[in-house]
């Protein structure tokens, strides 16, 4: 597609429950990048994939958090026992390329998580 | 390691008036791509700008233009004759080019309110 679409919007879960989001990127590009944005403003990032192998994984949490990008299905961020912590709103990106060239991310809508 | 800075948390503006945004930002590489995104209240990230560090002219585009000072570590961005539809927060973010997947690093971002 022509945009980078996120699913779900909006996902509520209880503390200690499973949150799985998705993102599937724009046709063509092949780096994909997670990110959370909490407090509005403060964005950090997650991971990154280049097709579906992990690039950059310097910002997960790995004890809770892990991440998926496979052929012919949506990207995939999964959060295990989640906390209250980990409410946000969760960006996925993606960009044509990567390394010299560094082309511009492209942003879905994101997914805000709220966790009860 | 790299580090955006936006100075300003809040600008606040009357119709027509011009408002200038900080960035400054802090990198040992010798390249490195600069970004600006909009975000307005509806949540989504709207690329505006990319400026690789080897290109230090300045561009207009429309109402907006960026000055990319490097002997400064500054990319400011202006806006021309402000319009309501420019309330947003804007972001400023720097990618490494040698960095792994090009992860980006974003400011705290500047909030720009236009008042009618």
């Known amino acids: 597609g022509e945009e980078v679409a996120q699913t779900p919007k909006h996902l509520v879960r209880g503390e200690g429950q499973k949150a799985k989001l998705y993102c599937a990127p724009i046709k063509g590009h092949s780096y994909v990048f997670w990110y959370q944005q909490v407090l509005k403003n403060e964005f950090k990032f997650l991971i990154s994939?280049?097709?579906?192998?992990?690039?950059?994984e310097t910002g997960m949490p790995k004890e809770r958090f892990s991440a998926k990008c496979l052929p012919n299905s949506p990207c995939s961020l999964e959060i295990q026992a989640t906390k209250l912590e980990d409410s946000a709103v969760y960006f996925c990106?993606?960009?044509?390329?990567?390394?010299?060239?560094?082309?511009?991310?492209?942003f879905g809508d994101g997914t805000r998580l709220s966790i009860l | 390691a790299q580090k955006v800075t936006q100075a300003q948390t809040e600008i606040s503006v009357v119709e027509k008036e011009d408002v200038t945004l900080d960035c400054v930002y802090e990198?040992?590489?010798?390249?490195?791509?600069l970004f600006w995104y909009k975000q307005p209240p509806s949540g989504e990230l709207v690329f505006l700008i990319r400026?690789?560090?080897?290109?230090?002219q300045n561009e207009i585009s429309g109402r907006y233009s960026w000055n990319f000072q490097k002997s400064t570590s500054s990319f400011n961005f202006t806006i021309t004759a402000s319009q309501v539809v420019d309330s947003a927060v804007y972001f400023c973010a720097l990618s490494e080019a040698r960095a792994a997947g090009n992860k980006l690093t974003f400011g705290g971002g500047t909030r720009v309110l236009v008042k009618p």
């Open positions: 994939f280049q097709n579906e192998n992990v690039f950059d």
């Open positions: 990106a993606s960009s044509r390329t990567g390394g010299l060239s560094n082309q511009p991310q492209h």
């Open positions: 400026r690789n560090s080897f290109d230090e």
């Open positions: 990198t040992r590489d010798t390249t490195y791509y």
